[in-house]
């Protein structure tokens, strides 16, 4: 058992690192390569490298689904969250992107209410407002120098990803397969993608290619990493880890993109984070007491 989390451990701090790199790669095309054609490269690498996993797993019947509403609600959403990411990448610093990013867990919360019939009690309900002043000293309105119009576009995209996380929560409490729901996730970000990036085509130098090409195969590497991480670990022990992205992306923003990040934004993050692993901590008692504290 020891052995298992601590490989989940290096899987998932190794996942939050390849995502760091699609993030390094995405800023630096993005002056010269539209948001919609980059999320396009990255839906068709990651078909073709689910192309092997979908034939393993039983060839095209795998793709069978009785849920297509919640596919296409999963579809929509997580493409929205990822083209605001993009958007994100290519406009703010780095690590300020990836912080925002874990607003997402507030905003499921607040949508598990209407959307699963969750109850939220007073314990969780207090994280999640601590979780906002957080995000408040990341952005501090009319004082901070990073635009705050980008910023809100990042945080719109936590909300289609918590969108997201709760269509994909639903299927598997009604038992559709991973493959399926990623592989459908990947069809439908390609044709959107698509339908967004032949009016703004640009055709990418070769040294551009490549680095379309290396969002896609590390994003999906990231995806593969991080999904054998909360196979072989508890929730309670991963989790954490995924915060390690915040590191990654400041490191590299610091080294490539001379991004510093303010003691007002690091305070921030602190209490974003803090609130995020309380909600998490709550969530498991809740689900082991079957109560909504």
Known sequence: MARRRARAIVAII????????AATLVKLIAPAIPTAQIVLFRSVVALFALAPIIQREGGIRVLRTRQPLLHA????????GMMTAFYGYA???LAEVTAL???????????????????VGIRRASAVV?????????LRPGASDVPLGPALVVVFGAVCWALAMIAIRRMGEQGESNVAIVAWFSIGGTVLAGALAIPVWVTPSWTEFAA???????????????????????????APFEYSGILWTALIGIMLFDETPSPT?????AVLVASGLYILHREVIRRRQGGGR
Request: aromatic fraction near 8%.
């Open 91 to 93: 406009t703010l610093p």
């Open 265 to 269: 934004m690091a305070a921030g993050v």
């Open 101 to 119: 990013g874990f607003t997402m867990p507030l905003f499921l919360t607040i949508l598990s209410i209407p959307l699963l019939g969750e109850k």
């Open 212 to 238: 379309l090409v290396g969002v896609g195969l590390s994003s999906t590497v990231a995806q593969l990493l991080m999904t054998d991480a909360y196979r072989r670990g508890e929730p309670t022990i991963v």
């Open 130 to 138: 601590v979780g906002f002043l957080g995000v408040l000293l990341i």
């Open 14 to 21: 190794a996942a939050a690192a390849a995502f760091a790199v």
């Open 73 to 80: 609600m999963r579809t929509f959403a997580g493409f929205g």
